[in-house]
């Protein structure tokens, strides 16, 4: 049992780390800008709506974009009309985030967490087995 969980550990850690490359990347190469939530996109997952901000702004080089948060909520988090602090990919300007800790962050935070708390299970289950022993 005890490598099952060293198992999954180290697949979440491995998951914490590409999320977290994947982050830092992209906060190289964002550019900061304010946008306003034009409303909320809703899909279903699990027969349950989640609603996406669908976010409004402009470039530094005053091109206006829409563009659908790839982070949703149930309830919604922003309200139609609500300001937001957005990083984009100037290269690819429908790669955005809004920029708070929860949306950058969240991933690789969840997955560091749990990795080590399988990693920690899993080593303490392999300790007491061969204890027995």
């Known amino acids: ?5 060293l198992a999954a550990g180290v697949g979440m850690g491995v998951i914490c780390l590409v999320t977290l490359v994947r982050t830092r990347r992209f906060l190289a190469l964002a550019h900061e800008t304010h946008a306003q939530v034009v409303g909320n996109h809703s899909r ?5 709506p ?7 702004y402009q470039t530094q080089e005053g091109t206006q974009h829409e563009v659908v948060s790839p982070v949703g909520s149930n309830p919604p988090r922003y309200r139609e009309g609500a300001q937001v602090t957005l ?43 061969s204890l027995r022993r």
Do not use: C, D, E
């Open 1 to 5: 049992m005890g490598f099952i969980f």
């Open 44 to 48: 279903l997952h699990n027969r349950k």
């Open 50 to 56: 989640t609603y996406y901000p669908v976010l409004r």
């Open 87 to 129: 990083l984009y990919n100037p290269a690819n300007p429908q790669q955005v985030r809004i920029n708070n800790f929860l949306n950058l962050w969240l991933m690789p935070l969840l997955f560091g967490v749990l990795g080590a708390a399988f990693l920690l299970v899993g080593g303490l289950a392999l300790m007491a087995s």
